[in-house]
């Protein structure tokens, strides 16, 4: 249900995209709508990557943004009907994806993500060992929509060990974890295959408050969007849905 991709970006990548993501607003309008941002969306490593996973051409529809969270993140799902078996959701493979880009070190440092293994072929939160991703400078770590997960999860002092439970990690004293590296800054982007699955999670999007405020904050160069291959990344523009 999940995968880390090791060195896609360089270091000097990462450090370019942190100094902007300093100054850049979060929450904020998608990262298409961003000069520097925009460029991670249509990477053509970030598309081959997604192309080699979906089995297709990625659609990218306009959810991602900029994400700066540092406190630890409960267990959860991705998708709409995220725990009942019976939606729809479940009835197909879900070709929907989750990209983190991490603009820090997590491989000896708290703050990365954490995905229960095999998850995404079960409509509950508990099921699935807990793996940490411990990304570092220039990784990619990308989780199957309907796979539970956590963000912000905390390393225990002096250990590469995470704190697996989300109530623990809460209640934990801060001397107790290790330190972050740095402020924690991430980039997450969504691509789907053209489909109903990805359809209906576009339609789900218009009914969170969340989603909207991101739309109504997103501007889109025209010019820009005409160089975009797509062969590599089919952009479609949800704004108006």
């Not at 081959?48 to 990625?58: K, M, S, Y």
């Not at 070190?105 to 708290?110: F, G």
């Not at 697996?164 to 107790?176: A, E, H, Q, T, V």
Request: aromatic share 10%; hydrophobic share 35%; with cysteine.
């Amino acid at each position: 249900g999940f995968l880390i991709l090791r060195g896609v970006f360089t270091a000097r990548e990462i450090a370019e995209l942190r100094a902007h993501a300093e100054e850049a607003p979060s929450p904020g309008p998608d990262l298409l709508s961003d000069p520097v941002f925009r460029g991670v969306v249509v990477d053509p490593r970030i598309a081959a990557i997604a192309r080699r996973l979906l089995g297709c051409v990625p659609v990218y529809f306009g959810d991602s943004g900029l994400s700066r969270a540092e406190r630890p993140g409960p267990w959860h799902k991705d998708n709409a009907g995220r725990y009942d078996p019976a939606t729809a959701d479940w009835q197909s493979d879900y070709p929907l994806l989750r990209f983190g880009v991490y603009l820090q070190d997590h491989s000896r440092h708290s703050g990365g993500v954490s995905v229960r293994a095999g998850s995404h072929q079960s409509p509950t939160r508990t099921e699935g060992t807990p793996v940490y991703g411990d990304t570092q400078v220039g990784d990619v770590v990308v989780w199957h929509f309907r796979a539970t997960h956590r963000g912000a999860t905390s390393l225990l002092r002096g250990t590469r060990i995470p704190v697996s439970s989300y109530r623990m990690d809460k209640l934990l004293p801060g001397f107790l974890k290790a330190p972050a590296e740095k402020a924690r800054h991430a980039l997450f982007m969504t691509y789907g295959a053209p489909g109903d699955d990805t359809d209906r999670y576009i339609d789900y999007l218009g009914t969170r408050e969340y989603a909207g405020a991101r739309a109504a904050a997103s501007q889109y160069d025209p010019g820009w969007l005409t160089t975009v291959d797509p062969a590599c990344v089919v952009i479609r523009d949800t704004r108006e849905q």
